[in-house]
């Protein structure tokens, strides 16, 4: 395939996450093309003229020509239907969760191996600008060795409503839908923990799952001790910052969330002059007393950038499958713990296996 083909697109799904996010970063970058989508939506037809709108996901699989497929659906459907995808011969992103067990994640990343397709989950996150300013100030050493680590993604929806993310079917809740992110930069910053605990609650009234987590995770090592510990609400109407970490040498807090979700609300094309921008800058306190930290600009359409080079020139993809592996590994180990009560250790990922049965 040419480098300027642009890769022919599929999307299962046309819900919230599909419209916000996929839709536009898609149409934003040439090297994509939208030519299917699988939506019962009857409004879907008119909102993606450029795509061919199938009703199911298999008549999509069956009757499309896409190259990549998207799968932007339901927690507890994306096993099903990435596994379909790759059985099929195309690439595939999955929105995060990745999976609902471990035993489903290795089964699916050793099938994408199999076949040799690239398999990659959408940590869109990791290219917030608060978390790109707080990589850039750990890899600059100004915190010494880093001790502890806050990482809050907090909202205030205290009415519970009527969807999929907040009823108590497999998948739901805050742990399964902020928790990956915070996972996952967790990973990308320190690597796997040695073990976690876990607090995952109901504090609405009337809700059918967790709507509160704060779970830590141990990285203490001979070189010291460290905690990194993780926390989302529904509940919090005064936000604690984004990040706060602190060193032997000093500390980092950045606040507020990166804006480019709400510009992608507000229809704004991703990449345009001063996207990822106008979120405040990040304060680091040290020895010496205190001094501003530019924040960087959030890019999103960087992952889907790198999705593309994946796929057309086989460099690794944005988010790799071991990477989306060991992060459910930490989501059911939370999980766990909060079960079992208490710190638990991580689960061994389970052997390359073709294991595909829905049930592990």
Known sequence: MSAATPLRTALLGYGSVGQVFHVPLLRALPEFRLVAAASQNPQTPAALPEAQVFATPEALLAGSDAELVV???????HFALARAALESG??????KP??????EAQALVTLA????LVLSVFQNRRWDGDFLTLQQVLAGG?????TALHSHFDRFRPQVRDRWRESDEPGAGIWYDLGP?????????FGLPRRVRADLARMRSGARSDDHAEVTLDYSDAGGERRVTLHASMLTA???PRFVAHGTAGSFVIEDLDPQEEALKAGETPGAPGWGLGAPDGRLFSGQGERAVSRLPGDYPAFYRALAAAIREGSPPPVTPQQALDTMRVLVAA?????????????????????LDSDL
């Not at 799968?71 to 459907?77: D, F, G, K, L, Q």
């Not at 195309?90 to 929105?95: I, Q």
């Not at 990745?98 to 035993?103: E, I, S």
């Not at 992110?181 to 910053?189: F, G, K, M, R, S």
């Open 90 to 95: 195309r690439h595939v992103l999955v929105e």
């Open 142 to 146: 100004e915190l010494g060795r880093v």
């Open 113 to 116: 191996q199999e076949r040799g």
């Open 181 to 189: 992110h915070l996972v996952d930069q967790a990973l990308t910053l």
């Open 98 to 103: 990745f999976t609902l067990t471990v035993g």
């Open 335 to 355: 999980q766990r713990s909060q079960d079992q009560g208490g710190w638990v250790s991580l689960e061994p990922a389970a052997p390359p296996a073709r294991a």
């Open 71 to 77: 799968v932007a659906t339901p927690n507890r459907t």
């Open 238 to 240: 005064y936000a604690a």
